[in-house]
């Protein structure tokens, strides 16, 4: 089993809203991932958690915010984000961080998010 | 600075036209090289992965292989369900960790 799931599948939110989109996985994975994807575009890393600890930011506006409540949880609270912000975020989680040679990383569906 | 370059950047073929896509790289430090196809609004899903050149992988209609300055996706009498965009990505490190840079993709058609 490689499922990663994410909630919600679907969020539209205004400009002075707070949300968050939460991130699971059951394989035993220690290493997670946000992404963003625009539009006719690649996927775009945003986050990367290894063993539960912040180990890459890439340069990310602080509206966005990420958490590791745990191994197998992963959250991204939203705050004050702008309509630009629109796009497909995406999770994945892979076994391990630096050093792994299989260190595959598996995506979860996506969470659409609309910023009006 | 590292690059991952895809084409072309649209294919179209008709069901049964065997073709290839490329994925040219310019990295320092590869760990590996991964296919992932992804469908319109869903997640990238895992293909293959090659880590050395003149590795090969097969997987039903499809082949990865992977030189030590590219990576080709041949697609062998493809059908209308192998439409999709078929993403290539690097694994370099960073920091203390490691990170997916991606292509652009290929859009694939498949035509009955």
Redesign the interface.
Known sequence: DTEVTQTPKHLVMGMTNKKSLKCEQHMGHRAMYWYKQKAKKPPELMFVYSYEKLSINESVPSRFSPECPNSSLLNLHLHALQPEDSALYLCASSQGSAGWAKNIQYFGAGTRLSVL | EDQVTQSPEALRLQEGESSSLNCSYTVSGL??L?W?RQDP??????LF?L?SAGEEKEKERLKATLTKKESFLHITAPKPEDSATY?C?V?I????????V????TKLTVNP
Not at chain 2, 41 to 46: A, N, Q, R
Not at chain 2, 93 to 100: C, D, F, R, V, W
Not at chain 2, 102 to 105: E, T
């Open positions: 760990r590996g991964f992932y609004g869903k997640g990238p899903e895992f992965t880590y993403l990505a694994l490190p960073q920091g203390g960790s490691e990170k997916l991606f292509g652009k993709g």
